[in-house]
């Protein structure tokens, strides 16, 4: 069942068809369920924008899924599930339609805002990583899979968040969003080690590791000591460098869509500080974002994000336009 507010995007955006529609509907439960951050941060998008993301999100979300379905299939099942899905995805996007009904909102997405198919190439590519990667040896090693994993994800958005104005350089504005991908993403990997740990993985640079004096079976156990303490602020103080990086390319997107990034970036952000906050113990319980401080976040960006759409077109438009 599609909610009001829902519907109400999908009018806006111009999205018509059933099947369509309700392909959107589903990315949009995705991100909703999955993406409590990236969620909250969309709905300060104009309605016209915010499905377009919600199929971004989706696509990424359901090929995250099937990579890391560790309670109900095998390593060999995942596998030939993934190459199975992302084969007939990738023919798709080529041919322009499909049946599927994730991949139905993200081609048309693809389409509308001429998004290039490299940027789904090199997502997948990542994800096919994940099935058989563990570790990776230095930060320029990650910073690779962080490229597929991450910053194509911020380069599939733009067209869609547009430009400040046409005298911003689209490659500079790219470089912003590889960067903030990149935050993202370590700000990820910093939280979720034990959780990556359980499934095998360890998203820290073995170079760090090293230099901290820090191994698999220090981390395995789960007690947060001087070094693991001395490798995390090592790494919190690399993710923040790449969110001071990324700032200034928050004021080259359109107004309207600087709300949603500079929600994101600053709840985000804030994870790093709660880490340090619970003494660097990310073995205990998922470190979050406290309700308050993200409803807080949240209003204030409401408030601008509504002052912005103030006379803003209806539709966006895509890059070229």
Request: charged share 25%.
């Given at each position: 069942m599609t909610s009001v507010l829902a519907a109400r995007e999908l009018a806006a955006a111009g999205i018509e068809g059933a099947a369509l529609r309700e392909s959107y509907v589903r990315c949009r439960r995705l991100n909703a369920a999955h993406g409590k951050t990236f969620f909250l941060a969309t709905l300060l998008l104009p309605p016209a924008k915010r499905p377009f993301v919600h199929a971004l999100y989706g696509f990424?979300?359901?090929v995250d899924d099937i990579v890391d379905d560790h309670a109900s299939t095998t390593a060999e099942q995942r596998a030939a599930l993934l190459e199975r899905w992302v084969g007939d995805f990738l023919l798709d996007l080529e041919w322009g339609a499909t049946s599927d009904?994730?991949?139905?909102a993200v081609i048309d997405t693809s389409r509308r805002w001429d998004i290039p198919s490299s940027?789904?190439?090199d997502f997948v590519d990542a994800m096919r990583s994940d099935l058989t990667v563990t570790s990776y040896a230095t930060y320029a090693d990650l910073e690779k899979y962080m490229w597929g994993s991450a910053a194509v994800i911020g380069l599939q958005m733009l067209p869609v968040l547009g430009r400040a104005d046409d005298t911003v350089r689209w490659d500079v504005l790219e470089q912003h969003a590889v960067d903030l991908g990149l935050a993202f993403q370590l700000t990820n990997f910093v939280r979720d080690v034990a959780e990556d740990l359980r499934r095998g993985r360890i998203y820290l640079p073995q170079e760090s590791l090293d230099q901290f004096g820090v191994d698999r079976e220090r981390l395995a156990r789960g007690r947060v000591d001087e070094s693991i303490r001395n490798l995390l602020a090592w790494e919190i103080e690399r993710a923040r460098r790449l969110y001071a990086r990324a700032a200034p390319g928050i004021e080259l997107v359109h107004p309207t869509s600087r709300d949603?990034?500079?929600t994101a970036s600053t709840l985000y952000g804030e994870i790093l500080t709660e880490i340090e906050r619970a003494d660097y113990?990310?073995?205990s319980a998922r470190v979050r974002v406290g309700l308050r401080r993200r409803a807080q976040v949240g209003l204030s960006g409401l408030q601008r994000a509504r002052s912005a759409r103030r006379g803003d077109p209806p539709t966006p438009t895509p890059r070229g336009s």
């Open positions: 990424a979300r359901h009904p994730i991949s139905r940027y789904f190439v949603c990034l500079r113990d990310v073995f």
